[in-house]
Nanobody, 123 residues
Framework: QLQASGGGSVQAGDSLRLSCLAS????????MAWFRQPPGLERQFVAV????????DHDDSVKGRFTISRDNAKNTVYLQMNGLKPEDTAVYFC??????????????????WGQGTQVTVSS
């Protein structure tokens, strides 16, 4: 259903762009989001985009640095990450939810997950 890619090892201040390729059915009908799981911690909300792309929401910890976007022609959701910090180090997952917009930050609302892509930021 979902294929995440684009992670890597970078220096603080660098940029990365994560990609999440979805099936056409998933892409058109699901709320799409990025979550991350830092070492030893639970999965955390990062950013989300509504089904029609008209609404987005970003966690305060990434606001102004990360941007979620989508390419309808490619059934792909992106996470552009600028100004990376060591505390951004985590495995990043894309998720797809049929839930309401009000549940957009709740990991339990997501039915499908990509395989995760590692982002490591060194100081």
């Amino acid at each position: 259903q979902l294929q995440a890619s684009g992670g890597g090892s970078v220096q603080a201040g660098d940029s990365l762009r994560l990609s999440c390729l979805a099936s056409r059915r998933t892409y058109n009908n699901y709320v799409m989001a990025w979550f991350r799981q830092p070492p030893g911690l639970e999965r955390q909300f990062v950013a989300v985009m509504s089904r029609n792309g008209g609404s987005t929401d970003h966690d305060d910890s990434v606001k102004g640095r990360f941007t979620i976007s989508r390419d309808n022609a490619k059934n792909t959701v992106y996470l552009q990450m600028n100004g990376l910090k060591p505390e951004d180090t985590a495995v990043y997952f894309c998720g797809a939810s049929l839930g309401t917009w009000g549940l957009r930050r709740a990991g339990d609302a997501y039915a499908y997950w990509g395989q995760g892509t590692q982002v490591t930021v060194s100081s």
